[in-house]
């Protein structure tokens, strides 16, 4: 009956955060996006992605900081995110709206002070 599903392969790559006058932090986040079908013998192939995601900031005491939907594509991108207060965890996709090969790639941890996220 089914005549294919959609898989995502969302993942966070790095996160880093530099502090802002007024106490506000700039959260670079660094990710991957991808979406395969899968027919019903298994066989995957990839699929266009032209998608808004969630993508979500959050504090140490797991708060959100930021939360919001912004247009993805295919493959690598980084997003610019500025957090009222200081962030811990940064990810795409964070509370697994998609259904996705490894949910649990989809958040890490922000490094304070840093430039640029790291891959």
């Known amino acids: 009956m ?3 599903i ?3 392969d969302n993942r966070a790559r790095g996160a880093a ?4 006058a007024g106490g506000k932090y700039r959260v670079a986040l660094s990710f991957e996006a991808a979406k395969n079908r899968c027919d019903e013998s298994g066989k995957e192939t990839p699929a266009p992605f032209h998608k808004e995601v969630e993508f979500a900031v959050f504090g140490e005491g ?3 900081l930021y939360r919001g939907r912004r247009p ?6 980084t997003l610019g995110i500025v957090a009222d207060r200081l962030p811990a965890r940064a990810g795409i996709d964070p509370f697994h709206l998609l259904l996705d090969r490894n949910p649990d790639d989809n958040v890490v941890k ?3 002070g840093a430039r640029s996220p790291a891959r």
């Not at 955060?17 to 802002?20: D, K, N, P």
């Open 72 to 77: 993805v594509e295919a493959g690598p991108g």
């Open 62 to 64: 797991g708060e959100i």
């Open 110 to 112: 922000v490094e304070i």
């Open 6 to 8: 959609v898989i995502y």
């Open 17 to 20: 955060a530099e502090e802002l």
């Open 2 to 4: 089914v005549e294919d």
